[in-house]
């Protein structure tokens, strides 16, 4: 029970801390905004000023304007004078330029043609005009216009002759409404409102229309009414009904809590007054204090949260606590269960190493064997062509004998022509039967490295050479459509042409027999690959084509092959990622065995 009162007591604490705190976040957020909003202002007003307050002094220097002032009787100088001060409102983008006499007379304007022209009409009692006099200077003062009624910013300075008298004053308007359109909510606050005050605390710059010409200051004195009565002629200048409220705590001497009766909703506001830089004016910048509200709600709902993470970490702890005697008791049992099964997961871990380094040592012995199985392969295809390259070899060796001996009998009879004759086809026979041992010796010896770009052509050509050595190929018609062009594949030049010798010896032992034997040799684009295709016009395949790449299937006698050729063609094409496929001719009798490599550029 004790602990629930200190609870609830907490509890409350930390609603009436968050709600304060929170109040003090919000309106201190909310000051920050509109000082920094003032600020903004303030800076344009000081641009704004600063950049028209040497134009008078400027124009003041111009000899035409004292030469007016001088003889304001001569209407020639005057209209000069009109056209330039309308030329001079031009270039500096004012309202209007005028020019008073020493007495507040306008006797030029740059509206002369206009039909609220200046000219003619006295402003000696406008402070912008007694102000230049008498102090010499420049003069800066805030009104509505006595003709048009529009506000604007009068700027003036004296113009003096020769000696230093003053002649007159000249005066520049500028639209107060050039200001007024620099006021931008700022984009961080949803209600702020601004109002510029003159030194009688009326407003004559407002983010509200109902706001304008309304007197923010009603306490002030008569003389300040009569003051602005003048500035503001034809106003009402209704006092505007304002409750302070005072100044919330934790904030500077120029913020207070205001309350603006008139509003329907929503009519409490933090007033932020701001002084204008060169002129007598208050910037009043008023935000809403709703926000206020919400941010106190926020801190709440964060000390709330606080509050209950506080309460349930308390919770469990103490639920913790009470726990860590049982945990303990179990802690010796877990470790046992552990170093157990840590036990057998090392166990497991080694069986599984040791079956991986298994199936590596099996992998690499498979490889070595199917390299050994395509090496045997090739040795069995020099084996049943042994025959043919021993009756390749002994027609040129009884050709070299005969020379041999002819020569030998023109020699003794001093024929030397005809000894070197039968010299020079001796030396012809021997290079034929080089360039056979040759052939064979590459196609024997094993691949010597990874694949690469081969031109396509000459494994055909080595192929040919082999098969055509056969004497089983005598008779039989090989036609090779060699092309004119490098083909270049992705694959190896040895396991390409052991591939192609394959094909050729069974398409050659697929025509022996027939009345007119044809075999023949095609290379053609088929999009990103090239097609070596080997056709006969023997007696064709089985039904089902692809079991004869299976291994030890066959259709030959012993004599002739063990069935192994064609499954060991097919791996190594798979190896070089290419294809091998092998189907009936639809043309005409025989088979069609289709080799199909990658292209690839020479460059490669």
Known sequence: MPYRIGALALF????????????????????????????????????????????????????????????????????????EMQRMATIVGSSDVYLMDITGLTIASSNYQQKDSFVGSNYAFRPYFFEAVNSGDSAIYFALGMMSGVRGLYFSHPIRDARGATLGVIAVKVLVHELESQWHRPASLSEAEMVVLDPSGVSFLASKPNWLYRDFEPQTGPE????????????????????????????????????????????????????????????????STRPVVWTRLGFVLGGLAIFCGGFLTWLYLRERYRREAELALRGEQLERSVAERTADLERSNEQLLEEIRERERTQTELRETQQELIQAAKLAVLGQM?????????????AIQTYARNSRKFLEKGAAEMVDANLQEIVTLCDKMAELTRQFKVFARKSEGPPSVV?????????????????????????????????????????????????????????????????????????????????????????????????????????????????????????????LTGHNRSGGPGAEFVLTLKKREAME
């Open 455 to 579: 031109d396509l052509r000459l494994p055909v050509d080595a192929a040919l050479k082999i098969i055509t050595a056969q004497k089983n190929s005598t008779g039989i018609d090989i036609d090779w459509q060699r092309p004119d062009q490098a083909v270049m594949c992705h694959g190896d030049l040895i396991r390409i042409e052991q591939v192609m010798v394959n094909l050729m010896a069974n398409a050659v032992q697929a025509v022996e027999g027939r009345e007119d034997p044809r075999v023949s040799i095609q290379i053609r684009d088929h999009g990103d690959s090239w097609q070596c295709i080997v056709r006969d016009n023997g007696s064709g395949l089985p039904g089902n084509t692809e079991q004869i790449f299976e291994p030890f299937f066959t259709t030959k006698s012993v004599k002739q092959g063990l069935g192994l050729g064609l499954s060991i063609s097919r791996q190594i094409v798979d190896a070089l990622g290419g294809r």
């Open 12 to 83: 409350v604490i930390t609603l009436v801390a968050s709600w304060t705190l929170g109040g003090w976040v919000g309106y201190r957020q909310v000051e920050q905004e509109s000082l920094e909003e003032s600020f903004r202002y303030r800076q344009l007003v000081a641009n704004e000023l600063n950049r028209y307050l040497p134009i008078p002094e400027l124009m003041a220097e111009h000899p035409l304007l004292g030469e007016a002032l001088e003889n304001p009787d001569d209407r020639t100088v005057i209209l000069q004078a009109n056209e």
């Open 386 to 398: 042994s025959a043919g390259l021993n009756h390749e070899m002994n027609q040129p060796l009884t």
């Open 224 to 287: 300040a009414n009569e003051e602005a009565r003048q500035r503001y002629p034809d106003r009402d200048l209704a006092p505007i009904q304002i409750e302070l409220l005072g100044r919330p705590w934790g904030l500077s001497e120029q913020s207070e809590k205001i309350r603006i009766q008139e509003e329907i909703r929503g009519g409490d506001y933090l007033s932020v007054r701001t002084a204008l830089p060169r002129l007598d004016w208050t910037l009043q910048v008023m935000v």
